[in-house]
């Protein structure tokens, strides 16, 4: 077994060293995410967009006459795996990096690619701090930040609902935290409504009746959720058993199949902000149908914004005319490209300009976009 | 006062299966002092079978309470074999081995039976058939205590009252008593004690399925990783009531759940678990064997 | 023959029995699907025909060899009677520095920021062995005093801007005050009871992590932790990885030397006639609380310190690394290192971190061969791979005592 062990590590040690010794001549486009692990879900369409459009460009002749190639690396979406994995691309020579998945690692590998003069488009990383806080010139992402889909869904709450008393909750994450405490900054902001409960929930907990309780006995008449579906579902699901009539609000992390499934009927009537429906976007249907043609399949979540990323990318570096780091940043914040997100530019942050959210209605078990 | 009811009412249903969960715990506990990790688990896995035969059941056409039934009782099967399994392969080789040594196979057997699931079934949360319909008599207090909770009561109600039973008045419940008094004794006069110590497990299984079940048909899903949490609650309802004391995991698993409730209702949830563990240290430093544990005197 | 043979029906035929829920069905109540997966009852049943033969050997041969030993036969495997070998270990030792010392030159980066990460959970192995190897006390939430170092530089360095080196030793510290804090409550329970509370200590500090928010940064973490400086120059990112690849052996060496005059000392031996026997430990005069609370103590100074590196060598720190996932890991390194032997440990962290990177095709299955081979290291080989070298007295005829450990 011992030796087993030392053969098996010397070879893959050999391997990951062969593999290293790489040619000058192409263009290296890395792409990071989680590839394994329970996350995956999340990872592997944005990777499948990346190798669509490298298989397409590459037919075309490439880019600056090169060749371009993939170096994918999978992080788990762990920050401690991300640094690994952003370490090894850089040593691999990536000359820009589609990735990561998730913004805690996003976080976390960033200043690898910061020292290394090395542009990173995320598809998906929305914390918002990635690029408010000035801190990583070399980001971009081709999603909305989350600051814009809680905006979007107080004003529907004031505006639309007219709600006056709300209660904001969350699910102690990075995510659902971040998105109920920017929910209650812009709260505060109005003083047509009152944040009557702000508190965080444990996720795995057996249930939330004492909560749902809080939520009655402070007549909220919303609910503002910041976190994912299985709390989602969790939390309606109690609502109605204990005849809570608050109205559900809350983000991209819920508007999934498993919310409307899970949930059932007591989804119904919830509000969710999601991306803005990308069908009429004609680029976004060829990317669809080749994505479909080539894996049989629909394509999960990020893919559109993933194929976006290595489109704009790659623009980038052909625009740029190297990939010289000040070159394709500039190329990135001043060009306007055509992607299935719709026609993009970077502004002076590294947020799409262009890119946004809707507000989706749960109606009849689907989710119907409100204009 | 509508508000205190319905955290009290919360808090109990909540307690009630934390109360069959620790069960397993404590019998195991008390006959072979093995902190059966893996027990969590056994849980997850009834709820997962009674998924997996409601599925069938709906998707083939049938539906309502008959439902709930079989896939209570195929559950309950399921666990029960699996505890059994458990105890045969990763604790019994190891009896009579230091004290560490059964509880970090257990810790693995946990771990291996988490992870089993998530690669032969799935990461997802998959929806429970909604299988306890809304009693009309109940309609008026729904707002505090609904049908599932009623459910969930009188279940755990009668599987209290059948096990006490069990352990009083049957044989195997007399062997079981015998053993965890004194195991080389009750072996002296004729208890089988590996069949009590297997039975110990089934029946500790069977009572977390029954758990299981109750909680998948309540919250309406179901994951392979319900089972830790689960079980680490559960378990320290059990360690707070006493452990090794049947009436204790009862009474532990009440205290637990109206502790959750209360501090979540009146304080605030941010910190709950912290509340539930500080109970724990709490009780633990004041009455080191729990609220109604026995102080047992080492001998030497 | 024809016995082993039914026996091993009976298992196949109780695993088909066992698993055709969860193997063979696969409902899909989102979609309203029935996965039928017949073939896995195949491969069950072959599987565990096959393992129970295997089974039936493992366990007649270890009965075997407690036979043996009681007999007082040796039952010492090749490489533990190389390793009791002392100018042998040396030599060995000396090497495996070099090797150590010369594996960034050879490498590239990732390789070597691999193996700072491994090298961190060798410290952590080393550390929590102290608890569970030496004193005997089971803790469940060694990865606290791991998150409390980590979170104290973290904290003090996005504040104040203190640097690395002030904060190596201040991690440590801060680490073993919780240690203590957390520890002097708790001494009076036993080895269970103790488990249990130390697992919900790791939860507590991770919720707390998540909800004091204005000191913590709540889930969203602290980003842009300094790396340690080296007298003030600018380092490249290679570089920088070698620096604390070289800062991760130092302190493996430390670590390695005091825990190996510790386990050596008065207060080592204390710790390991505790975990034989507390009764009799307490009978012989030994002060049982200062034992334990030290032992706890200085298990927490280690995971502090480590905590420090850790936070500066990934720059980027989130509640989310310190779950109970990472406690099992590091007892696991402990456990199937042996318990109490420093070389089995280092062992037990290399194969453990270093494998799941290099074979990432088994990812998936990564944590069920984890679990499993916690339980079947127990039944099969509960001394881990090396087991801890004991001193051993032997009384020659004359007063004469040799030392053979």
Redesign the interface.
Known sequence: MKKMTVLISTLALALSLSATGFAADTIKLGVAGPHSG?LAPYGIPAMKAAQLVVKQVNAKGGVLGKQVELLIQDDQCKPEIATNTATKLVSDGADVVLGHICSGATKAALGIYKDAKIPVMSPSATNPALTQSGDYPNFFRTIASDDIQAKLAVEFAINQLGIEKVAVLHD?GDYGKGFADFAKKYLDQSDKIEVVLF????P????Y???V??V??NKAQALIFGGY??EA??LV??MA????KAIFISDDGVKDD?FL????DAADGAYVTGPRDLSTIPLNAAATAEFKAEYGAEPGAFFQEGYAAALALLNGIEKAGSTDYDAVTKALRSEYVETPVGKVKFDSRGDAEGVGFSMYKVENGAFTELK | MD?FL??FF??L??GS?YALIALGYTMV?GII?L?NFAHGEIYM?GA??A???A??C??YGLSGVAILILAGA?AIV?AA??GY?LEK??YR??RG?????????A????????????????????????LIPDFAFMEPV??II?S?ELVILVTTVVTMILLTLLIKKTRVGKGMRATQQDMNMARLVGVNVDRVISMTFIIGSALAAIAGVL?AS????V?F??G???G??A??AA?LGG?GSIPGAVLGGLVLGWA???S??YI???????F???L??LI??LR?SGILGKVTK?K? | MWQEFKQSIVVSI?FV???F???V??????E???EWRWM?IAWVAIASFLLSYLWRYM?ARKQVRKKVEEEGGDTRSKLQIMLENESLRFKAMGVLLVAALVYPQIFDTYQTTIMISALIYVVLGLGLNIN?GLA?M?DLGYVAFFGIGAYTFGILNHHFDVGFWMMLPVGGMVGCLFGVILGF??L??R???L???T???G??LK??LE?WGSLTFGPSGIANIDKPGLFGLDLSLANHTIYIYYIMIALVVFTIIVTNRLKNSRVGRAWMALRED???CI?MGIDMARTKLSAYALGAFWAGMIGVVFASKTTFINPASFT?MES?II??IV?LGG?GSILGVILGAFILILLPEYMRAFS??R??I??????????FR?QGLISGLRQTYLYKGAKEEIDNG
């Open positions: 329970d102690k508190e965080g929930v444990t795995g907990a057996m249930d009746s004492s909560i309780q809080k009655r006995r579906h299985p579902s969790k699901s109690q058993r204990k005849r809570v498993s499934k899970v949930a059932g | 508000y319905e955290l919360g808090g249903t909540r299966i506990y002092q902190i896995i997962f079978v998924l997996i035969v599925g069938v709906t998707i195929v399921y074999a699996y399994t392969i990763a080789p190891l081995s230091p004290r560490l040594s059964p509880l970090i196979s810790i693995g057997m946990s771990i291996f039976l988490q992870n089993y699931v998530l690669l032969v079934q799935t990461a997802d949360y998959l929806p429970f058939p909604r729904a707002h609904g599932p909680v309540y919250i309406g899903q994951n990783y319900i830790f949490l689960a680490v609650k378990f320290t360690v452990i959750e409730s209360f979540a209702g605030s949830s941010d910190y709950e678990d912290v539930t563990f500080g724990l240290v633990l430093i080191p080492q030497v | 109780w029995f066992l698993t829920p969860l193997m069905v696969r409902v899909n109540t989102m309203d699907l029935v896995n366990l569970v005997g089971l409550p708790i009076r329970l080895g269970d009871y488990a249990i509370v697992l919900g200590f939860m507590i919720v707390v909800n507390e009764v009799a009978a109970f099992a007892l696991s456990v318990m998936e299955y944590m069920l984890f679990g499993a081979s916690m339980t079947l290291m127990m039944i509960p």
